[in-house]
């Protein structure tokens, strides 16, 4: 049948046609630090529990809402297994937390720059993305976030992309003024400890969201977890439905908590460790990176698109942001083994011009 012979397709959602499609355009470079994942390896035992498994669970469903890695995970947040819930990646938790607590055209509000998947949800369920514009996407008090009087509200601590982390009594603030779901988006919360996990359930309209994609090592196998009170994570389980998880996912995730706490301490304690490095050896290059308690590092610079394509063109990936609200044009690299780091840090000063370089005087 030629294509003119089509039906005429329904008409999509408001604001789909707009929603980006995510894409990679560096696979297959030699260092690929751009999406803040793990490359310090992936925790043994995680790894010994995807090779022993049995075949035969390939042609069965895998449990329907993780019972047993709930357990684990409940122990790690220091609640119970009731105000956990599980989903493939964070994402997903995040897609249905707003599905089942926004009502289409109500408005989420966040501190801008911040974790660019948030205004993909927020528009993919037809709410209303309400940005508020603070330099580092963390704010030193909630005022003009809570001016907006958007309906939910979700916030990052350590922000992805700018790294920095919310002051203490934020948090208190936002939940004390707001009507709707409050989301605090923990993925890089192992690298700076501090965790609200076991703070949410008692707080009612908190989801604490966490994944197993960045200290934990498993981004391939898409692990995510949320915690709230008893009644909020039904509510996302409700709508998120069954089996998010696979069979393998599960077996490995599970490994890598009851059996793999040291290797993930030990990762983090030796990226935050590069990463300062790092960000001293990018001060002597005439760099300002922004002080990160993530694993990975905003480096303004004078044209980002220009800066990672010179940079890729060492086979090192990193991620451009151009006109980054109150910060302006920046690379975003995440932090890997220092011999590695090494060689970005002599790519950069190399090829990369800083955000506030003026000339030769
Ligand atoms: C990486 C990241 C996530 C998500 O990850 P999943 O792999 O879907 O668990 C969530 N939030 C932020 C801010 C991130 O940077």
């Not at 938790?93 to 205004?119: H, K, N, W, Y």
């Amino acid at each position: 049948m030629s294509a003119s012979a089509c039906g005429p397709t329904p008409a999509r959602r408001p604001g789909v046609d707009d929603l980006r499609i995510y894409g990679s355009a560096l696979e297959g470079c030699e260092w690929d630090l751009s999406d803040n994942t793990c490359h310090f390896g992936a925790p043994p035992g995680a790894v010994a529990a995807l090779a022993a498994l049995d075949p035969a669970l390939v042609s069965r469903y895998p449990s329907a809402s993780n019972g047993a890695l709930r357990e684990e995970l409940a122990r790690l947040g220091g609640v119970t297994p009731a105000e956990v819930v599980t989903g493939c990646g964070s994402d997903d938790l995040l897609d249905s937390a707003l599905r089942a607590f926004g009502t289409p055209g109500d408005s989420i509000a966040f501190l801008a720059p911040t974790f660019v998947m948030l205004e993909h949800f927020a528009i993919s369920n037809s709410l209303t993305p309400v940005p508020v514009l603070s330099p580092g996407g963390v704010a030193s008090d909630p005022e003009a976030l809570l001016a907006v009087r958007a309906r939910h509200v979700y916030l990052c601590s350590p922000n992805n992309p700018t790294g920095g982390v919310l002051p203490k009594g934020f948090l208190e603030r936002v939940l004390a003024e707001t009507e709707g779901l409050v989301i605090l988006d923990e993925a890089y919360v192992e690298f700076s400890g501090g965790s609200m996990a076991g703070f949410a359930p008692a707080q009612g309209r908190l989801l604490v969201l966490r994944t197993l994609s960045k200290a934990y090592a498993l981004a391939g196998l898409r692990v995510g977890w949320g915690v709230g009170a008893e009644e909020l994570v039904l509510a996302i389980e409700r709508v998120r439905g069954p089996f998010r998880l696979t069979v393998p996912s599960e077996a490995a995730a599970h490994a890598a908590l009851s059996s793999d706490p040291g290797w993930v301490c030990r990762h983090v304690e030796q990226a935050v460790q590069a990463r300062e490095r790092f960000a001293e050896g990018l001060r002597g290059g005439g760099f300002a990176p922004r002080p990160s308690e993530a694993n990975f590092l905003l480096v303004p610079v004078q044209d980002a698109a220009a800066a990672a394509s010179a940079l890729l063109s060492r086979g090192i990936g990193v991620r451009a942001f151009a006109k980054l609200p109150g910060i302006g044009d920046a690379l975003r690299i995440t932090v890997a083994p220092w011999p590695v780091l090494q060689t970005v840090l002599t790519a950069m000063r190399a090829l990369v011009v800083p955000a506030d370089f003026r000339g030769p005087a």
